[in-house]
């Protein structure tokens, strides 16, 4: 693998992943049995942090962290002997957790998974798995590496919903497959923005330097924190990084897309520092054995798809569609998959893929000696590598042409200062 800035930058983010945290802890036991519960730390008690504590209360809760201290105060109350902290580097000196759950803004994803992987730490991470292309590659890495438990938070990748969908598009109910159209109602929140000038005060409960972690220092500012992260580049990547690893989930397991050989983008009210108030991003992808080549196709912000797939996704406002050569797949977020045209005598396919028992206990069961996660890094690495691809289209405004073995654009050099990016002092991976 070549480096996305240099050969030089890749030697480095290689010998960081095998020192940080990791010096001076034990490697944790790998026996448990079923019946015993795991010592759990959760970095990030509010929003997706909360919901992951609640899933999760059966396990043992012994430690929880965050930057601001009311969320901190609220799972303390939940969890009286937990150790509780602010800081998740501090966090991690606790020995006697095995297993970590991520709930953070995107940007402190890697810093604070390397860390709990390379101290012997099983990880649960929320989606996307990471900020950058580049972090996604080194975490999958680092999962092998380290023979840890993990597990991306895309929960639909447990839902029996995705599973038929898959089911059905391998046995051919739609035949070949050319087109997969995903779209959202996202963002909510705003975007198309520049830099706020004034500088408030920030919050006494909130403390604001450990909040940017691995980000460029700026002033705080309460369009940032707690809701419209997101919408900002240094934070998040917008709607893609909101419900990409949700709406691409079946097309990435169904059609084993692998990597992109080409990527456009357009939009409408991005800046340099926000990302676009609507967005439409296209992924091409060579045949790949007995699979025919394919578009996938993403639209938000009210985006306009063509017009006939915009009649079939009427009144859904998350889902994706699969245009095939039979007909087509329709399989909206929180919903069964159906087809059209509707079949008068469907017989849907035996079942092929084995059904979850949950997608938090998937990982849990995994952490004590079962079979991997389904969304495990392996998989999750590279659907949030595709994911991102796109926010990296959109930021260099540019056909990509991609190199997916060595990370790297050739035709769009430019674009490697969006694959990767340099982290804050004290915050390396």
Same mark, same amino acid.
């Given at each position: ?18 020192? &940080?945290?990791?010096? &001076? ?9 079923? &019946? ?10 509010? &929003? ?43 966090? @991690?000196?606790?020995? #006697? ?14 810093? !604070?998974?390397? !860390? ?62 050319? #087109? ?25 409960? %909130? ?32 709607? %893609? ?13 169904? @059609? ?34 007995? %699979? ?123 674009? !490697? ?13």
């Amino acid at each position: 693998m070549v480096s996305v800035l240099s050969r030089r930058r890749f030697l480095e983010c290689a010998a960081l992943l095998s020192g &940080g945290v990791a010096c &001076g802890f034990p490697t944790l036991l790998r026996g448990q049995t079923a &019946g015993q519960k795991l010592n759990i730390g959760f970095i990030g008690c509010g &929003g997706r942090g909360a919901e992951n504590l609640t899933a999760l209360a059966g396990e043992n809760v012994v430690a929880l962290c965050d930057t601001n201290a009311n969320n901190l105060a609220a799972s303390a109350q939940q969890f009286p002997k937990a150790g509780t902290y602010r800081d998740f580097r501090k966090m @991690l000196e606790q020995k #006697d957790m095995e297993a970590v759950v991520i709930s953070t803004p995107d940007h402190t994803h890697a810093v !604070a998974a390397l !860390a709990a992987m390379r101290s012997g730490r099983h990880v649960y991470c929320e989606f996307p798995l990471t900020h950058t292309v580049a972090e996604a590659r080194l975490i999958a890495q680092a999962a092998r590496e380290h023979k840890v438990a993990t597990q991306m938070g895309n929960q639909v990748h447990s839902a029996d919903a995705n599973r038929l969908a898959v089911e059905w598009i391998r046995a051919g109910i739609i035949g070949a497959v050319d #087109d997969v159209f995903c779209w959202t109602d996202r963002p909510t929140w705003p975007q198309g923005l520049t830099r706020p000038v004034d500088t408030p005060p920030v919050p006494a409960h %909130l403390d604001w330097n450990l909040w940017l972690g691995p980000a460029p220092e700026r002033p705080y500012h309460p369009i940032y924190q707690p809701a419209n992260w997101r919408g900002w580049w240094d934070f998040g990547n917008g709607a %893609l990084g909101d419900m990409g690893c949700n709406l691409m989930d079946a097309a990435f397991w169904a @059609l084993n897309l692998g990597n992109p050989s080409l990527i456009e983008a357009e939009s409408t009210g991005m800046t340099q520092e926000s990302a676009p108030k609507a967005s439409m991003v296209c992924w091409q992808f060579p045949a790949r054995g007995a %699979l025919s080549a394919v578009r996938l196709h993403w639209y938000d912000g009210g985006k306009p798809m063509p017009k006939e797939t915009a009649e079939l996704a009427a009144g859904i406002k998350n889902g994706a569609i699969f245009a095939g050569s039979k007909g087509h797949l329709i399989l909206p977020i929180g919903g069964l998959p159906r087809l059209m045209p509707q079949p008068h005598d469907f017989n849907p396919p035996q079942p092929s893929l084995p059904r979850s028992i949950n997608h938090h206990q998937e990982w849990i069961q995994a952490c004590k000696g079962g079979k991997p996660a389904e969304s495990n890094f392996d998989y999750a690495g590279p659907l949030t590598e595709l994911i991102l691809l796109g926010a990296v289209a959109l930021r260099v405004g540019k056909r990509l042409e991609w190199d997916g073995p060595n990370l790297k654009a050739p035709n769009v050099p430019e674009a !490697a200062a969006f694959l990767s990016h340099p982290c804050r002092q004290g915050w390396t991976l």
